[in-house]
């Protein structure tokens, strides 16, 4: 799933091309902003504002194309069966079998940016345009739904004793529990656009267009607040060693420790939108709107970078236990990077 896995940590398991040689890249007629996801047979899951959602295999050709009514933003959520679940701005979220077909469309009646996330029981959490937050049985009827006072972009992390968050553009980071009742919620300077990320400890990372990161508590008050000189909208990616990673409006790529303060910064030639994907080295993989893709070492230092043809926003890294990296890019590209 987004950030892959429930905690949003956006670690992989696997280690990284350390080289960055470029494989391949496959071509869609539409921008990449949905961040590419790794189904466990090796196939690449990609949406592409051209209104499609693509199944790629590691050799970078075509599998299937499951087409939408419009733009596709979300990235997939891959269920245990091997459903495949992906928002559209059409207003429906679909349900794909692992060959294509349509197993059942949701109608959320907005457009529907929001990356799934599958919970423990199977259930389906995305947020959609018209200011909720929508949970949806794997058989694709309605459970619940949670109204905030904006659009909810922010894809919902789980903790592990079930605790669901998620972030709405009206300010505030929610706590809820599954059954859909209200825990407690966690008010920010600025709109959100970004996704809560969980540590070991249970402590909640997000980031703010104030230009903040925020370490919340469990019980929901604030620990500590990291602060930077330009809005935030790159989601945190938190290290095995408890180091939080992600990128500013500064063009800056921030690493900082767990107590709240910088370990190190890495400055880029552009905004950093896109959040920090790390492989089993701690090596740093992130995009900037410099249209540059970057590997950062955990120390700091750039290993690689390569130059694509249009700037990477919302896109964020995804790694193949081969150590391929794939990254989308606004000119409509998906990239494979290897050794």
């Known amino acids: 799933m ?16 350390q080289k960055g040689h470029l494989k391949w890249s496959y071509k869609t007629s539409g921008a990449i902003t949905a961040s590419p996801i790794i189904g466990p047979d090796g196939t690449i899951y990609m949406g592409s504002k051209d209104g499609k959602l693509y199944a790629l295999s590691p050799q970078g050709e ?6 939408t009514e419009d733009a596709i933003e979300s990235s997939v959520a891959i269920a245990q069966d091997g459903t495949i679940y992906v928002g559209s701005w059409d207003g429906y979220l679909y349900a794909i079998n692992s060959d294509g077909s349509k197993k059942w469309a949701y109608p959320v009646r907005a457009g529907v940016p929001s990356s799934p996330t599958i919970g423990p029981e199977g259930t389906i959490y995305v947020g959609a345009w018209d200011d909720r937050l929508h949970a949806i049985s794997p058989q694709g ?8 006072q904006d659009h909810v972009l922010s894809s919902t992390a789980i903790a592990e004793d079930g605790t669901i968050y998620f972030c709405s553009q009206d300010d505030h980071l929610y706590a809820f529990n599954p059954d859909g009742t209200g825990k407690w919620s966690f008010r920010t300077q600025y709109i959100i656009n970004s ?3 969980i540590g070991k400890d249970g402590m909640v990372y997000v980031t703010s267009e104030d230009g903040n990161l925020y370490a919340v508590r469990p019980d929901g008050y604030m620990k500590w607040v990291f602060k930077t000189s330009l809005d935030v909208d790159s ?9 939080i990673y992600f990128g500013s409006g500064e063009g800056i790529l921030f690493a900082v420790n767990s107590d709240g303060t910088e370990k190190w910064n890495f400055q880029v030639g552009s905004t950093i ?8 080295d701690g090596t740093v993989y992130v995009g900037a709107r410099d249209g540059i893709f970057y590997a950062v070492g955990p120390d700091g230092r750039l290993k690689w970078s390569y130059k694509t043809s249009g700037p990477i926003e919302f896109s964020s890294a995804a790694i193949d236990k081969d150590g391929t990296v794939y990254i989308g890019s606004e000119d409509g590209s998906l990239y494979a990077f290897g050794d």
């Open 2 to 17: 987004h950030r892959h896995d429930l905690k949003h940590t956006g670690q992989s398991p696997f280690l990284g091309s």
């Open 62 to 67: 075509a599998k299937w194309v499951f087409p």
């Open 141 to 148: 009827d309605r459970k619940w739904s949670f109204r905030t």
């Open 195 to 197: 996704s809560p990320a």
């Open 235 to 243: 989601s945190p990616a938190i290290g095995e060693d408890g180091t």
């Open 273 to 280: 939108v896109s959040s920090p994907t790390l492989g089993k």
